[in-house]
């Protein structure tokens, strides 16, 4: 409905009828005696009213309870008030302006500046409306867009998710495992995220990129698709020719993931190319394949490389028979399996039952 009434309110007959008289030509008019009768009127015709004229002094309630009012139920920003009063306080002029008041008109009235007042002001507030409902319209095509796009992301991770579990699970084929290895690696990688997350607030872990984490995990392994059988399979111990061999499946699977595998989720193949290459790296800087040392090494790659390490001794392997859980706990706690962050150490004798639990949940036996 368009906005084409003038409400004034205001005590005095006289001053109702001089108003009226400069706008009827343009306006519907709306007449009040007071402000508990203006209110009223106010909120019966509210979506035609273009304006209100509204005296200071009136009986019954006068300018500023009706303000007070208008403010509370948020009136006040959608229609311009137009105070009018014979008097110049400049406090009576502070409070209104507090309240939102856009103008005063000071009587006795000069019809042709009233006029071009109140007329600048509609339409002020005119368009700041239709601007308003721009805005609006523009915000809910981008929120719309924008789940668009949120849906074909996620659409695009599930697919990104299939192939990873697909190649990885290659992985496991031709390591002659039975694939849980990798459901292994993800669920002792969140056991422990979970718990440096609050053990270990340093490290900036949120339930998000725990979660973004363990799945991550899947691609630790996936360079070992590049390993020749007769060494990948190989039942006794690895020549150092060999063992060269083995080593670049860390820097080789992070090349495949930069070249191959697409993914629109920057952290998430961030997490992948850094576990990918960096889970052989030791906290004392001995492991490969760029010698990293400390917190050189990510904490995902560092938990990543923990979990690797514990399940590749409690599991079956073509070269070995597997330890008892304590027995790879202890071995790990004590070293004999390279250097480990204290930080990481403390968190894995934390969820230490955790593990051993997963291990026999997920057990290939």
């Excluded at 860390?250 to 190319?273: K, P």
Aim: with cysteine.
């Amino acid at each position: 409905m368009k906005r084409n009434t003038i409400l004034i309110v205001e005590d005095m007959e006289t001053n109702r009828m001089i108003l009226a008289e400069i706008f009827k030509d343009e306006y519907d008019i709306l007449e009040a005696e007071n402000g508990k009768e203006g209110l009223a009127l106010l909120k019966e015709n509210y979506s035609s009213i273009a304006a209100v004229l509204l005296d200071v002094i009136m009986p019954v309630m006068d300018g500023f309870e009706v303000l007070e009012q208008l403010s509370r139920e948020d009136l006040i920003s959608k229609i311009p008030i137009i105070m009018i009063t014979g008097e110049t306080s400049v406090e009576y002029e502070r409070r209104g302006y507090e309240y939102g008041v856009v103008e005063y008109i000071h009587k006795p009235y000069h019809a042709p500046v009233v006029k071009q007042m109140v007329k600048n002001n509609i339409d002020l507030y005119a368009y700041k409306t239709r601007l308003e409902s721009m805005v609006k319209m523009q915000t809910a095509e981008l929120e719309e867009q924008n789940e668009l796009l949120k849906q074909q992301a996620e659409k695009l991770n599930s697919v990104n998710d299939a192939m990873i579990d697909a190649m990885s699970n290659i992985v496991e084929f031709r390591n002659m495992e039975s694939g849980l290895h990798v459901k292994r690696i993800r669920v002792f990688t969140k056991a422990l995220a979970e718990d440096i997350m609050i053990r270990f607030p340093e490290y900036g872990l949120t339930p998000h990129k725990v979660d973004v984490i363990s799945k991550a995990a899947a691609m630790h392994d996936i360079g070992k698709i590049t390993v020749p059988d007769h060494i990948l399979l190989k039942p006794g111990r690895l020549t150092p020719e060999e063992f060269e061999v083995i080593k670049q499946h860390t820097s080789r699977g992070a090349e495949m993931i930069a070249s191959f595998v697409h993914l629109d989720d920057e952290e998430y193949f961030n997490y992948c190319y850094d576990i990918c290459r960096h889970h052989h790296e030791r906290f004392d800087g001995r492991g490969y394949p760029d010698g990293l040392s400390g917190d050189e090494i990510d904490i995902a790659a560092q938990m990543v490389s923990l979990a690797d390490v514990f399940d590749a001794l409690v599991a079956k392997r073509v070269y070995k028979e597997p330890f008892e859980k304590e027995t790879a706990f202890q071995m790990i706690v004590n070293g004999e399996c390279g250097k480990f962050s204290p930080k990481l150490l403390d968190a894995f004798a934390g969820v230490k039952e955790k593990f051993f639990q997963l291990a026999t949940d997920y057990s290939e036996a």
